[in-house]
């Protein structure tokens, strides 16, 4: 459904390989009611259900990501936003840049900076958590200490919807 928000339904004549997520039952207009779904598909609907974003990222990075790339790179960028049009479809392709430290060897430097006397600080942010299950299974006197230190937020939600047949 996500296609048809993001492309106004141009998606729903495109060819895509076997098994992709966009196809005729995926792409619907978004104000279509909700229609029962046969007994045999509903075994393959909630493996499909479990990562429905990525898989159809996925579809959209084969069928789009390539022309997205490219046209970063003939801007002379790696990463960022470049809009494509193909097929009477415009599309918005978005390529953030993710970042990643090697913990162990940041720890290293951390231990460098405050030998040299510097403030680590000055660097790096530092970050102190503590993981809850450690947290459960403490005494309760050693949990007191740090209580104040803990704030609890309720998560994401999820859900799951079948038909009333299945409760």
Not at 31 to 56: A, D, E, F, G, Y
Not at 85 to 91: A, D, F, L, Y
Request: hydrophobic share 30%.
């Amino acid at each position: 459904m996500l296609a048809v928000f993001i492309f106004g339904g141009a998606l729903a004549n495109q060819k895509f390989p076997h098994g992709s997520p966009i196809g005729p039952s995926y792409v619907r207009h978004p104000k279509s009611p909700m229609t029962p779904v046969p007994q045999q598909r509903q075994r393959s609907i909630s493996c499909q259900q479990r990562q429905p974003h990525s898989k159809l990222d996925g579809a959209l990075d084969q069928r789009f990501g390539a022309q997205g790339r490219d046209s970063l790179h003939a801007s002379g960028r790696d990463f960022g936003t470049s809009h494509v049009k193909t097929e009477g479809v415009h599309v918005k392709f978005d390529l953030p840049k993710k970042v990643s430290w090697d913990q162990k060897k940041l720890k290293t430097i951390a231990e460098r900076i405050v030998a040299s006397g510097e403030a680590v600080e000055s660097y790096l942010d530092i970050k102190l958590s503590v993981p809850e299950s450690r947290y459960t299974n403490w005494p309760p006197a050693l949990q007191q200490q740090f209580a104040d230190a803990r704030t609890v937020e309720a998560g994401k939600p999820s859900f799951h919807i079948s038909p009333d047949s299945e409760v």
